[in-house]
C-alpha cells in the first residue's frame, strides 16, 4: 500500500473515531447500553430479527433489561446529534436531499398510543394499501451517480392526523439553518430537495417562501395549471380572466413553447433523453387542506404560487422496458432551474429506497416490537448513528465476499451490506467510550400479594368495531 492510501486510511479511522465519541457524548441518560446497542446492530453478523437477541452479541456487555431499559428510561439529544450528522456531509458534495416517509407497521399492538392508518406498499393480504402504525418521515443526503448510499440526516414522526405540508416545512428549514453555520455554504448553489408524488407541491413551495432553497416535487400527468398571461378580451360585460390561458399536463399538443429544452442524446440506461421546462406556471388553490389552515384575515384571495413545470421523456427504461408515460416534475427556486440537474437529481432519490430496505431487513428497524412511540423514536436515532458509521467506513472495510457473491464494481465502494459484514473487525481498533458493566445481583421479584395490572388498551376504529362485534357475540352466547 502506498503511503498517501496510509495517510488516507489513517484520517478516515480518526473521523470516524471522532465520530462515535461525539456520537457518545449526544447519549444523556442510559449512555453506555444506548451505544453498545447501536454496535450490536452493526456487529452482528446476519440480519436482526429480534431485539432481544442483540443482548447476546459479544459487544453488548450488559444483559437484556438493560437493553430494554435503556430504550425506555433512555435519552438522547436529537439536537445535538443533528448537529454531528450535518457536519459528516462531505464539503465537496452537492447540496442534495431526498425527503419521503415510510410506515413503522404495528398491526396487532393494541397497547401502542397514537396509532395512526398509513400508507403501505405491499400487504399482501388483499387490496389493502395501509397498516396501522407510526409513520416517520426521513431527510438524507443523496450522491450523485448510481450509488446504495445515502447519508440519514434526520427522521421524525408524524403524529397521527398531522398535515404534513408544514412537517416538511419544517424539517427543511430546520436543516437549512445547520447548513447555514457551515462556512463553505455561502460559496455553494441553494439546497435542493427533492421529494415524490404525494407531496403538495404549490403548498409546500408557498410554505417555504423567502427560505434561499430550491424543491423539486413529482406532479401527476392529470394536473391542469395556468401560465398567468391574460387571454384575449372576452365580449361583453364581466371581467377577463385573471389565471391565463390554460394548460393541461395530459393534453396530446400543448400550443405554449416551452422556455427551455434539454436533450441527451444517448444515455446509457434512458437512451435519448427530452427535458422541457415551463417558467412561471401556477395552479388554482382551494380553501382546503394546508390553505384551509391559514389565518383567513393574511388575505382576501387566495395567492397565486409560481413555480416551473418540466416535462420528462425517455426512450427506454433500464430495464428495457418502453415508458408507459411521461414524467412531470414541479421545481421553485430562487432562481431558473438547470434541466440537467434536475432530471438527474430526480432519479438519486430512489437511493432512498436502498437505505429504506437496508434498515428493515438488516438492521431490524421494524423487527422491534416496541409498545410506546418514544421508544420507537431512540431506536430510529441508534440506528441512524450506526448507518452513519458504516457510511464513514466504507472506504476502510475489507471486501469478505462470499463465493458466489459478484465482486465489487472497480472504483466503487462496498455496499453498506458488504460494510456492515467487515465492521466488527475495525471496531477493535477502534475500542469504545463506554464502561465496563457493574456488577449485578438478582432482584427482590415481585412483592407478596403483587399482581399485574392490564395495559390500557389504544384502539383503531376498526379495532374497535371489531372488539364490539366480539363483545356483542360473546354476550348473546352467554345469554
Not at 401556477?282 to 416535462?311: C, M, S, W
Amino acid at each position: 500500500m502506498s503511503v498517501p492510501h496510509e495517510v488516507a486510511d489513517v484520517e478516515a479511522l480518526s473521523g470516524l473515531s471522532r465520530f462515535r465519541d461525539r456520537f457518545y457524548d449526544c447519549l444523556d441518560t442510559r449512555a453506555d447500553a444506548l451505544f453498545e446497542l447501536a454496535d450490536a446492530v452493526i456487529c452482528t453478523d446476519g440480519p436482526v430479527t429480534s431485539l432481544v437477541e442483540l443482548s447476546l452479541a459479544p459487544v453488548f456487555r450488559r444483559g437484556h433489561g438493560a437493553l430494554y431499559d435503556a430504550l425506555t428510561d433512555g435519552a438522547i439529544d436529537e439536537e445535538r446529534l443533528r448537529d454531528l450528522l450535518v457536519d459528516q456531509l462531505p464539503a465537496d458534495a452537492p447540496l442534495m436531499f431526498g425527503i419521503d416517509s415510510t410506515t413503522y407497521p404495528r398491526p396487532n399492538a393494541e397497547c401502542s398510543p397514537d396509532r395512526g392508518l398509513h400508507y403501505a406498499p405491499c400487504r399482501c393480504d388483499g387490496d389493502r394499501k395501509v397498516v396501522p402504525g407510526w409513520e416517520f418521515q426521513w431527510v438524507m443526503g443523496l450522491e450523485w451517480g448510481r450509488s446504495s448510499w445515502t447519508l440519514p440526516l434526520d427522521a421524525r414522526r408524524l403524529p397521527a392526523g398531522s398535515y404534513p405540508v408544514a412537517w416538511t416545512a419544517n424539517q427543511i428549514r430546520d436543516l437549512t439553518e445547520r447548513l447555514s453555520k457551515q462556512s463553505d455554504v455561502i460559496q455553494r448553489a441553494a439546497p435542493l430537495f427533492v421529494l415524490d408524488q404525494g407531496y403538495a407541491a404549490a403548498a409546500l413551495t408557498h410554505a417555504l417562501d423567502g427560505l434561499e432553497v430550491q424543491t423539486l416535487v413529482r406532479i401527476g400527468g392529470d394536473r391542469v395549471y395556468y401560465d398567468g398571461r391574460p387571454g384575449p378580451r372576452k365580449p361583453g360585460p364581466g371581467r377577463n380572466g385573471v389565471h391565463g390561458n390554460r394548460f393541461e399536463l395530459s393534453a396530446k399538443v400543448n400550443l405554449r413553447r416551452p422556455d427551455q429544452l434539454l436533450v441527451a442524446p444517448d444515455t446509457l440506461n434512458y437512451g435519448r433523453v427530452e427535458v422541457r421546462c415551463w417558467q412561471r406556471m401556477h395552479q388554482k388553490v382551494q380553501r382546503n387542506g394546508y390553505f384551509a389552515r391559514l389565518d383567513a384575515e393574511l388575505f382576501t384571495r387566495l395567492p397565486v404560487i409560481e413555480g416551473t413545470v418540466i416535462k420528462v421523456r425517455v426512450e427506454r427504461l433500464p430495464d428495457g422496458r418502453n415508458p408507459h408515460r411521461t414524467m412531470w416534475l414541479w421545481h421553485s427556486g430562487p432562481h431558473a432551474p438547470d434541466l440537467d440537474i434536475c432530471w438527474r437529481a430526480y432519479l438519486r432519490r430512489f437511493d432512498m429506497e436502498h437505505t429504506f430496505k437496508l434498515m428493515k431487513s438488516q438492521l431490524g428497524w421494524t423487527a422491534a416490537r416496541l409498545r410506546h412511540p418514544e421508544q420507537t423514536i431512540r431506536w430510529t436515532w441508534l440506528l441512524i448513528a450506526a448507518y452513519t458509521q458504516l457510511h464513514l467506513a466504507r472506504d476502510l472495510a475489507t471486501d469478505m465476499r462470499r463465493p458466489w457473491e459478484r465482486r465489487p464494481r472497480p472504483g466503487k465502494p462496498l455496499t453498506p451490506y458488504r460494510v456492515r459484514r467487515a465492521f466488527r473487525h475495525m471496531r477493535d481498533r477502534l475500542g469504545t467510550p463506554t464502561r465496563l458493566p457493574k456488577t449485578s445481583h438478582p432482584g427482590p421479584g415481585r412483592p407478596p400479594g403483587g399482581r399485574n395490572t392490564p395495559a390500557p388498551r389504544h384502539y383503531l376504529g376498526s379495532e374497535l368495531r371489531k372488539t364490539d362485534t366480539a363483545e356483542k357475540i360473546g354476550a348473546e352466547k352467554k345469554g
